[in-house]
């Protein structure tokens, strides 16, 4: 059994089908529908166990360091870096070590004044909330900096959270980032490592760029959310509707009672 999803206009009708009964099913509806998709047999019949997402241009609005980049007169530099990275064509380790390089002298206040510019992506805490409503275990993993995302997943109830480490001295940024960085390797090890932790089999896996790519293609179903193509091409389910209460009604609304 797997369940059909039919998208329009931000809105999202799904259904169980027979696996065998597929090819005619999508036929008639992909005659009538300009998006539909079929998810994978893991989690079209249960909740998710785990969902690990994404944060910039995923939980939130936002490319944080671009913002931070604002700061240091450096945000043109930082933007062309940022979009050769997100769309596959720059190592991220490397990427991200010449944006925060760019840094160097921002005041750490400025990690606070950003932290106030950030939006949430809408639905975020309706999906956060509804997870939790199906005992779903949640954490956010982001190649942005952990003074943004910590207050922000404690702020709508994430369960974990990891980050890139800005380093500071004299109450300025160095420029230079402290401990493992994180990268595409390092987001699929943490959702593997999380799914042991936490006994989870059915995981989700949410984000929109090449660094999200790893972590979509290991869980059990990766959503590409509003993405680029690099990682839509891979991706289990499109999310193109800027909108995360799309992800509560396929996954969470049919087992809430």
Same mark, same amino acid.
């Given at each position: 059994?797997q ?7 931000? /809105? ?9 009964d ?40 936002? +490319? ?5 980049a604002?700061?240091?007169?450096? +945000? ?11 769309? @596959?064509e720059?190592?991220?380790? +490397?990427? !991200? ?18 932290a106030?510019?950030v939006t ?11 997870l ?7 954490a956010?993993?982001?190649g ?9 997943a404690? @702020? ?15 109450g300025?940024?160095?420029? /230079?980032?402290? @401990?493992?960085v994180?990268?595409?390797?390092f987001?699929?090890?943490? !959702?593997?490592?999380?799914? @042991?932790?936490?006994?989870a ?11 999200d ?20 091409e ?23 009672r």
């Amino acid at each position: 059994m797997q369940r059909v999803c039919i998208f329009d206009s931000g /809105q999202v009708r799904h259904d169980v089908f027979d696996t065998d009964d597929l090819p005619p099913v999508l036929a008639d509806l992909r005659s009538e529908n300009d998006d539909v998709q079929v998810l994978p047999p893991e989690v079209s019949l249960a909740p998710p166990e785990l969902v690990v997402m994404d944060v910039d241009s995923t939980l939130i609005n936002e +490319e944080v360091i671009d913002l931070l980049a604002a700061h240091a007169g450096v +945000e043109n530099q930082v933007v062309a870096i940022t979009e050769r990275a997100m769309a @596959g064509e720059l190592d991220f380790e +490397e990427s !991200l070590r010449e944006r925060v390089a760019l840094l160097e002298g921002i005041p750490v206040s400025a990690l606070a004044e950003v932290a106030d510019q950030v939006t949430l992506t809408p639905g975020v805490p309706e999906w956060v909330e509804a997870l939790h409503e199906v005992d779903c275990h949640v954490a956010v993993v982001s190649g942005g900096f952990i003074d943004i995302v910590q207050p922000l997943a404690d @702020g709508v109830g994430i369960d974990d959270a990891f980050a890139n480490q800005l380093e500071s001295s004299g109450g300025v940024l160095t420029g /230079q980032v402290t @401990g493992p960085v994180v990268d595409r390797a390092f987001k699929a090890q943490t !959702l593997a490592e999380l799914a @042991g932790r936490v006994g989870a089999t059915r995981t989700l896996a949410v984000g929109d760029g090449a660094n999200d790519l790893d972590m979509v293609e290991l869980a059990s179903c990766g959503i590409a959310f509003c993405a680029k193509p690099a990682l839509a091409e891979k991706a289990d389910l499109v999310i193109r509707h800027r909108d995360m209460r799309q992800l509560v009604e396929i996954f969470c609304t049919p087992y809430v009672r």
